[in-house]
C-alpha cells in the first residue's frame, strides 16, 4: 500500500474518480455537490495498491490555521481493512507538520464513533447531503 499527499493535476483526477464510484454511484449524492471548487487548493491524500487508486481524501488549510478534511472515500472491494483509517490519519499527521491549529471534518452521522476514536470531537448536527445526516467534528492541536 503506498500513500501520496499532494495537489498534482493527476492526483486529483485519480482522487475524484474515486469519490464518484463512492459518492455519486453508490451513495446517490448529486456530483455538483462533491465538485465544489475546491481540489485546485486542497492537498489530497491517494492510497494506491497494486498500482490501483483505492482510497482518497482533501485538506484545505484555511489562512487562520484550521483546516477542513472530506472526501474521505474507500472504494467498496477495499473497505474494512482499515484503508480509511489510513487516509485519515496520514491527512492529521501532514496537518500537524503544516503547523495547522485544527482540523474539521463533516461525517455521515453514523460514523461519529469512529472519528471520536481517532480524536475528533463531535459539535453539532449540520446539513442533509443527499438522504445523508452529516455531523460537524474538530480535532485540535497544540501548537508552538
Request: proline letters at 1%; hydrophobic letters at 45%; charged letters at 25%.
Amino acid at each position: 500500500m503506498e500513500v501520496t499527499i499532494g495537489k498534482s493535476a493527476e492526483l486529483i483526477e485519480k482522487a475524484q474518480a474515486i469519490r464518484y464510484q463512492v459518492f455519486t454511484v453508490e451513495q446517490n449524492i448529486p456530483n455538483e455537490l462533491d465538485f465544489d471548487g475546491l481540489d485546485s487548493v486542497a492537498e489530497h491524500v491517494l492510497v494506491t495498491e497494486t498500482n490501483r487508486s483505492v482510497a482518497t481524501a482533501r485538506l484545505v488549510i484555511n489562512a487562520d490555521g484550521s483546516s477542513v478534511m472530506a472526501r474521505v472515500a474507500v472504494i467498496e472491494a477495499y473497505r474494512g481493512r482499515g484503508i480509511a483509517s489510513v487516509v485519515v490519519k496520514a491527512l492529521i499527521e501532514y496537518a500537524k507538520k503544516k503547523g495547522v491549529s485544527s482540523i474539521e471534518i463533516h461525517a455521515h452521522s453514523y460514523l461519529q464513533n469512529y472519528y471520536q476514536r481517532l480524536g475528533f470531537e463531535f459539535i453539532e448536527e449540520v446539513e442533509v447531503v443527499g438522504e445523508h445526516q452529516l455531523i460537524a467534528m474538530r480535532q485540535k492541536f497544540l501548537t508552538t
